[in-house]
């Protein structure tokens, strides 16, 4: 076992990757120290035709590269040790490392700039061929509201779907099964060197894990046969959630458009032509999309966005709900002007707004002395829309958190910038396939 503190260390190496019967592996290691092996596990796997080797071949590369962002930010060694990349893979990685590394380097007082450099000098493959992959699209379930407005969007124009998740929690199992798609579940299993090094004293922090399920399900989709990988990020994901040093720090980057779309062009160059990657939700904020599901009350007992149910490590709720974490505070407010509002306390087994305790969490929602928290939430504008909408609303205006609102922070605020309207009109930017677009329509 290793004895190493890796923040001592002078490199981070790609060792290998490989795949057989169901089961990629990804080493990595910190100079000539021992070995760390992830590995992935695909259930039932097919046999790989021939004429998709090359493509997953491609698609397996990227996510040694993009997966070892989890063992790299345990050092941040000076050298990173891969051989050359051409300029689009190397800017992809370098893009993913500082951006979806940067609230994990502002917690720790670390500046990546400069520092992350992906080594480039081959020439970029020929271009990816059309691999006549079936029409069906891999659904990522996340257990929470957004993913399942995209389900069923998709079933809306029937669309062909599997509902699709990394990892082993029940309540991401009860909601896939809860949709009626068929499901596939794949496992990532961490190397254990990883948390030994967290022992020894290795930087830790937030990882861009979007980015790592993304590439695994875009593996997935060469390796089973779907056209399409449909995530459910919405437009609010682009928002920073600071500024710190002249550079931004988003805790969603890696469920961002620019991630979208520069992932987007390297599979269609490097791996399949008819491999699309997008955001089925792109075009709408958080707002939107919560009147959306505010609709599909069939899921209504069986939907938690609390991130304490996810955690790798720690404690989880009794129940689906925390009531006290930034994405329980969100979701209660998103939700609350357009679910009645019994219903919506029977969801999360209280009321969130008429609690004075709470008061510094939904503060931070509205940029309110405070910044946004990092976590997936909404934009400041959005919950400050969310929050007025309910000021303006009788059986709302008496609880503790929506009186305070009214009193102490509505007259600081410009009321022109303050409806909810213009945060359920869908915007233009996004890359949803043109056989995916009729389910656009379902959302809005």
């Not at 370098?94 to 502002?106: C, K, N, Q, S, V």
């Not at 659904?139 to 998740?165: C, H, N, Q």
């Not at 505010?294 to 790798?312: G, V």
């Amino acid at each position: 076992m290793t004895t190493i503190n890796p923040r001592l260390t002078q490199s981070f190496r790609f060792v290998r990757a490989s795949y057989a019967d169901g089961v990629a592996e990804l080493a990595y290691a910190f100079d000539q120290d021992e070995e760390m092996v992830e590995r992935i596990r695909f259930p039932d796997a097919p046999a790989l035709p021939a004429e998709r080797r090359r493509a997953f071949d491609a698609a397996l590369k990227l996510l040694h590269l993009v997966a070892g962002v989890s063992y790299y930010k345990a050092g941040v060694p000076p050298t990173i040790d891969v051989e050359p990349l051409d300029t689009q893979t190397a800017d992809l990685c370098d893009a993913l490392y500082l951006h979806g590394l940067a609230e994990f380097a502002y917690r720790n007082g670390l500046d990546l700039r400069g520092r992350i450099a992906f080594p480039r000098g081959v020439a970029a493959p020929p271009p990816a061929p059309v691999l006549g992959l079936p029409k069906r699209t891999l659904v990522p379930i996340g257990g929470g509201k957004d993913s399942l407005v995209a389900v069923e969007a998709i079933k809306s124009i029937g669309g062909e779907a599997t509902a699709a998740w990394v990892g082993n929690s029940p309540l991401i199992a009860a909601c896939a099964e809860r949709t009626g798609l068929p499901m596939l579940n794949i496992q990532r299993e961490l190397s254990p060197v990883l948390f030994e090094l967290n022992r020894l004293g290795a930087w830790n922090g937030h990882i861009p894990v979007t980015a790592i399920n993304s590439v695994i399900l875009a593996l997935a989709a060469i390796l089973y046969g779907y056209d399409s990988v449909a995530f459910a990020n919405e437009r609010s994901a682009s928002a920073a959630t600071l500024e710190y040093e002249g550079q931004q720090v988003n805790h969603q980057w890696s469920k961002g458009y620019a991630f979208e779309a520069m992932l987007s062009d390297w599979l269609h160059t490097h791996v399949a032509a008819d491999l699309d990657y997008c955001s089925l939700l792109r075009p709408y904020s958080e707002l939107a999309i919560t009147r959306a599901f505010a609709r599909l009350t069939p899921y209504f007992d069986a939907f938690s966005s609390c991130n304490r149910n996810f955690r790798i490590l720690g404690p989880k709720p009794a129940d689906r709900w925390c009531g006290q974490c930034p994405k329980c505070h969100f979701v209660f407010l998103a939700l609350a002007p357009f679910c009645p509002k019994p219903r919506l306390l029977s969801i999360f087994g209280r009321n969130l707004l008429d609690d004075e305790s709470q008061a510094a969490g939904f503060d931070a929602l509205l940029e309110y002395q405070d910044h946004k928290p990092f976590e997936c939430v909404g934009e400041g504008a959005e919950a400050r829309a969310a929050m007025y909408a309910l000021s303006q609303r009788s059986e709302w205006q008496e609880d503790a958190l929506v009186a305070r609102f009214t009193r102490e922070i509505l007259p600081q605020l410009d009321p022109a910038t303050l409806a909810l309207e213009p945060w359920l009109q869908p915007a233009a930017e996004h890359r949803v396939p043109s056989r995916l677009r009729p389910a656009l329509e379902a959302i809005g």
